[in-house]
């Protein structure tokens, strides 16, 4: 079963910095299990570019489709035998400590 | 007949994985058993009987849909009796599966009433104040993330069965306390202590298992003694110590002898025998500092400034309330403890205000009525 893991900031983030995890121990972790199928930081959210089509005729605007204060900074995809173990892969990346991480099923076919 | 709906929904959902056939399949079996034991006779073996038909239903409906000849020889393969011990696993896998934390609590608790404990959909809706229609929804919802999300149908072992399992107490105290409150639903209290106690049987070793089982049947003795005649609330101090249950109490008490005091659930029904067996304030108090200190919130402090006004006088119960106003902005029960402690201390006509403002703030009508009654009185 695959996830998408978005990496994302948060306003409150874990103030005891000590004991937030090591991002490369995690990524050569979940390498060598094969958990980590593929995965990237994403430059910031000023450089988006959205696209559209309306009417044949195509929209390009400048920056994210919304704005938030909570951005996405990365992503990874997950293969995983169910939640419980994608729960415990997130939580042991640094952003489940430093911002926040959300988990979306792959849709089945 | 309604203990066996919980156990076939979810042997038929470990050997599916379909929530919703399963569901179907043991309401259908539900449905024959009342149109054919009246006229047929009750059969020797309820429990098979119903699993029977509740299985063949399912095979029927995979072979319709083409299932591969493997799932179906396992659903044919379940037992109309299976060992005790298949049925324990699939009750706690589906209590747990139920209570998964990336479940909304009040799905949670909505899932778990209508699939373990098969309480009808229209029922819950009532009880949380919601339409049906969206009571179907949020389980609804809840059961596609069980499915989309893959979670998982299984009790979690080791270091994740201790992380997980007090939030499943955590929607069996909210079902004892929907029961339990003034405008609650009865039936969930009792439901709550029946699922408190099948989750003791199966986890004999857990404390605060048995510690909240023992709690529910503390506070469910008083449930007779709890209101007068026109339905009104009665304060403990006021209430007919003959109506309290006696039976429930001896249980609880007896559990709690065998069982170590580890966590909040063990300390409050430690907290709920001692009123039952007038222990006294002071040891009530000593309960209360140790469950501020293991689950320090609002409304324990509030408890525990009412425990120590008791114990050690009106002028501590209020200091300790002073300490913790802050906090407190917002809880209506505040004031009925403030006036409470105000008129032990004497000032009475300030205790009169502070009774008349807590009736005004009180959330359910019989509260309201009972902090008048107390004003008038002053």
Request: with cysteine; charged share 25%.
């Amino acid at each position: 079963m695959k996830y998408m893991m978005f990496v994302c900031t948060d306003t409150e983030p874990e103030r005891d910095e000590s004991t937030v995890p090591d991002i490369d121990v995690w990524v050569a972790e979940n390498d060598a299990s094969g958990r980590r199928v593929a995965g990237n930081e994403l430059v910031a959210p000023s450089s988006a570019t959205t696209v559209r089509v309306r009417g044949g005729e195509l929209l390009l605007s400048d920056g994210p489709f919304a704005e938030t204060k909570e951005v996405v900074v990365g992503f990874d995809i997950l293969e995983c035998a169910d939640l419980d173990e994608a729960i415990a892969v997130a939580a042991a990346h640094p952003m489940a400590y430093g911002g926040r991480i959300e988990l979306r099923p792959f849709r089945e076919f | 007949m309604w203990e066996f709906y919980g156990r076939i929904v979810a042997a038929l959902i470990r050997v599916t994985g379909d929530w919703g056939l399963a569901e179907d399949c043991a309401q259908e079996a539900m449905a024959a058993a009342v149109e054919r034991w009246p006229r047929d006779g009750k059969p020797d073996n309820p429990g098979g009987w119903l699993m029977a038909v509740a299985r063949n239903r399912a095979i029927d409906v995979l072979r319709r849909k083409a299932v591969e000849q493997t799932k179906l020889r396992e659903v044919a393969m379940l037992w109309a009796a299976p060992e005790q011990h298949e049925i324990e696993d699939d009750r706690l896998r589906l209590i747990f599966t139920c209570c998964h934390p990336a479940l909304a609590l009040e799905a949670r608790v909505a899932l778990t009433l209508r699939t373990v404990a098969g309480v009808p959909t229209p029922d819950i809706a009532r009880a949380f104040l919601v339409t049906e229609s969206t009571m179907t929804r949020r389980i609804t919802r809840a059961k596609t993330k069980i499915a989309d999300a893959r979670i998982p149908y299984r009790v979690p072992s080791g270091v994740a069965l201790g992380e997980r399992l007090p939030g499943v107490l955590a929607v069996l105290y909210l079902l004892f306390t929907r029961g339990y409150d003034a405008d609650g639903e009865p039936a969930f209290a009792a439901e709550a202590i029946r699922l408190a106690r099948l989750l003791t049987e199966l986890m004999p070793a857990e404390p605060e298992v048995s510690g909240l089982l023992a709690l529910f049947l503390l506070q469910h003795s008083r449930r007779d003694a709890r209101r007068d005649a026109s339905g009104d609330l009665v304060p403990l101090d006021r209430q007919d110590r003959s109506r309290w249950d006696s039976g429930a109490i001896a249980e609880g008490l007896e559990l709690l002898r065998g069982t170590a005091v580890t966590g909040p659930y063990a300390i409050q029904a430690h907290i709920a025998a001692g009123h039952a067996t007038g222990a006294g304030w002071s040891v009530i108090a000593g309960w209360y500092d140790e469950l501020a200190r293991v689950q320090p919130s609002p409304i324990v402090e509030l408890n525990r400034a009412v425990a120590h006004g008791h114990a050690y006088g009106a002028e501590a119960g209020l200091s300790l309330l002073t300490v913790v106003r802050e906090k407190l902005e917002g809880y209506p029960a505040v004031l009925a403890v403030e006036a409470d402690l105000t008129a032990k201390a004497g000032d009475l006509e300030r205790a009169a205000d502070l009774f008349r403002a807590a009736a005004a703030a009180a959330p359910a009508e019989v509260e309201r009525r009972a902090l008048l009654a107390r004003a008038a009185e002053l």
